[in-house]
């Protein structure tokens, strides 16, 4: 596959690292060094470990390398000649392993710069002169092949762009990026906690978090309301055998945490004489985590291999449920439907459990625990397209409401050439062509990426520009010819004949956690009003107006404002300070002057002093920015206030 400029000036760069890497640290052993989208990285095994001094060091030995104004060469050998280069250059610890991952009949090819020569298939810069800007940005540990059963490597990040100019201002996005980390932000906004003694990646709402979780569900769930939707509730694991139905075991098995299996099923294992390697290597085309499970639970070394149950029926057990759609299914299926019931549109914020590797958790935009703004439409072909316009709008209406108007659209198809998808190819031909019209309608730019669909359909993604210029795909939705068929689904026609539905799965948010991760992050915790896990605090400037404070507060609540009274025996300034760091949208001053005019001082954070105004007029303002969802920095009218 070509390579973009950008890309071959990434990846050339990564070849100057692991030159400048190899002088200074001869013993090194070298993995791999591609381009990402945002830089590059390569991979190294030395006991050495490297250190923020180290990475200095290497820029300028960086530097000096292209500086030499090296060019970059390609070499093409035969399968025995590349094992020699390897070996001679006491390379083979990976790179021989890197070679057998070349089909036979494919070429092999080196890339050479000055002393440096590194098996790669390309392609570069001419010269290294060509590479004007680059940054070292951080060392991390990765296990080779992204197997924590393998060695922990070193893996050192870089950028570079083409102009210093480019660079700056990408180092100035990571650094807005640190400031706006939510990780940070959630502990000093007291919004989640991730506690080693539940788990990582499993996420506990705080009281501050929670209200951000439910403004958002009620919000959602006022739009769904407005669209005909149904709530469901379904639980949290399901049997083996309902997501083997469905596809989702085995086609995400290594993405799935082991299967739960019946305690009379593991009592009898127990009991029986075969080795937990046997068992394991039986169990392992069926799980890769059950049968350590099971090793785990039984504590059993030697059994006899002749006594082994089948698979199958170990396996008759439960799962935390992967997703929520074979139960939606299920409850289509649990009543006779006729075409006059159709659409069907069931919605549910449905919890489900992903195994990710530890090494890929990032607070609670990676997690292993996550809930979904779910839904599934059941449909009539002739309804398909009027659907899914319909699942998009709400997508838009989402993303305008939090300000996120800067977003592209991706149509995930499926990869001709991969075995992963299942179904129809004619089906799939009519579920593609239905999101590709459905994009079209957007008026925003799509485009077509192939590989991307889910295994039983295809899908309409929502990638968003953050306000620092980063990208997160967010809502989806999804058009699914395969999983009415492979549940047996049906409905009555007019004709009095079964017809078979379509199936639309769609989530706005997508998770909830990763969203309100992102929406942290896109607001710097300056939540809009409606959001603000607190909206109001009031500040009395003594003591003696701890009473009027009381009794504002009263009305605040009954206004369904969330407010709260700081009585701490502080100075105004240290109040004010508080307030500032906790990033209460609104503060309100009362003094003596307020106090006999029933006014409020207001500050607020999207526009500062806003000077003293009848508490009346303020209580209508914010109602109003609250109910109509204002975003920071609005001005807001009611009748009242004019």
Request: glycine share 8%; charged share 30%.
């Amino acid at each position: 596959m070509s390579m973009t400029p950008l890309e071959e000036l990434r990846h050339s760069c990564s070849h100057v690292l692991a030159t400048a890497v190899l002088r200074l640290f001869p013993e090194t052993k070298l993995d791999i060094g591609p381009p990402t989208d945002t830089g590059f990285y390569y991979d190294f095994d030395l006991d050495h470990k490297f250190t923020t001094e180290d990475l200095e060091k290497i820029e300028a030995e960086m530097a000096a390398v292209i500086k030499e104004n090296q060019a970059f060469r390609r070499r093409e050998v035969s399968r025995a000649e590349a094992v020699e280069i390897i070996k001679q250059r006491g390379q083979e610890r990976y790179k021989l392993g890197r070679l057998d991952d070349i089909p036979d009949g494919e070429e092999i090819s080196f890339y050479e710069n000055g002393e440096f020569l590194d098996l790669c298939a390309g392609t570069h810069v001419r010269y290294s002169k060509k590479i004007k800007a680059f940054k070292l940005l951080s060392i991390a540990g990765a296990y080779h092949r992204g197997d924590e059963k393998n060695k922990q490597l070193q893996r050192i990040y870089g950028t570079a762009f083409p102009t210093k100019e480019e660079l700056s201002a990408y180092l100035e996005q990571i650094e807005q990026a640190r400031a706006r980390d939510h990780r940070k932000l959630g502990k000093d906004l007291k919004l989640f906690v991730i506690d080693e003694d539940v788990g990582q990646g499993l996420i506990l709402w705080t009281p501050n978090g929670s209200v951000l979780r439910q403004e958002l569900q009620n919000f959602i769930g006022d739009e769904l309301r407005k669209q005909g939707y149904h709530q469901v509730f379904t639980p949290h694991i399901g049997k083996l055998d309902l997501y083997k139905t469905s596809g989702h075991f085995p086609y995400y098995k290594d993405s799935q945490f082991p299967a739960i299996a019946e305690p009379q099923d593991l009592a009898q294992l127990a009991g029986e004489g075969c080795s937990c390697a046997d068992l394991t290597a039986r169990l392992e085309a069926a799980s890769p985590h059950f049968a350590a499970e099971i090793n785990r639970r039984t504590g059993r070394e030697t059994i006899a291999p002749d006594r082994v149950m089948d698979p199958t029926q170990i396996l008759d057990g439960f799962m935390l449920k992967p997703m929520n759609c074979p139960h939606h299914i299920k409850i289509f299926a649990s009543q006779p439907h006729s075409y006059r019931d159709l659409p069907l549109r069931l919605a549910e914020f449905g919890t489900v459990y992903r195994w990710e590797q530890s090494g890929e958790l990032n607070g609670m935009t990676r997690v292993r625990g996550f809930t979904q703004d779910d839904a599934h439409l059941f449909c009539t072909e002739e309804q398909v397209a009027d659907e899914v316009i319909g699942c998009l709008s709400l997508v838009k209406i989402v993303l305008s409401t939090l300000g996120m108007s800067d977003y592209r659209v991706r149509v995930g198809l499926r990869d001709p050439d991969s075995d992963k998808y299942t179904g129809d190819p004619t089906l799939w031909d009519k579920a593609e062509e239905a999101c590709r019209n459905a994009a079209k309608t957007l008026d925003v730019p799509f485009t077509e990426e192939p590989g991307e669909a889910a295994f039983y359909g295809p899908k309409i993604d929502f990638v968003v520009k953050d306000v620092i210029g980063r990208e997160w795909q967010l809502g989806t939705v999804q058009v699914d010819y395969n999983l009415p068929i492979r549940f047996d689904l049906s409905y009555v026609g007019a004709d009095n004949k079964p017809h078979r539905p379509v199936m639309i799965h769609r989530a706005p948010f997508g998770s909830l956690e990763r969203f309100c991760g992102v929406l942290i992050e896109h607001f710097n915790g300056d939540f809009p009003l409606w959001l603000a896990p607190e909206q109001v605090r009031l500040l009395p400037i003594s003591d003696k107006l701890s009473d009027y404070g009381r009794d504002l507060l009263g009305q605040l609540k009954a206004a369904g404002v969330r407010a709260v009274l700081d009585e701490h025996q502080d100075k105004l300034g240290a109040k004010i300070r508080r307030a500032e760091l906790d990033k209460v949208p609104h503060t309100l001053i009362l003094g003596a002057k307020e106090a006999e005019a029933q006014a409020v001082s207001v500050r607020s954070r999207a526009r500062g002093d806003e000077g003293t105004q009848p508490f009346a007029d303020y209580l209508a303002r914010v109602q109003e920015e609250i109910r109509t969802r204002a975003l920071p920095g609005k001005k807001i009218e009611t009748a009242d206030a004019g």
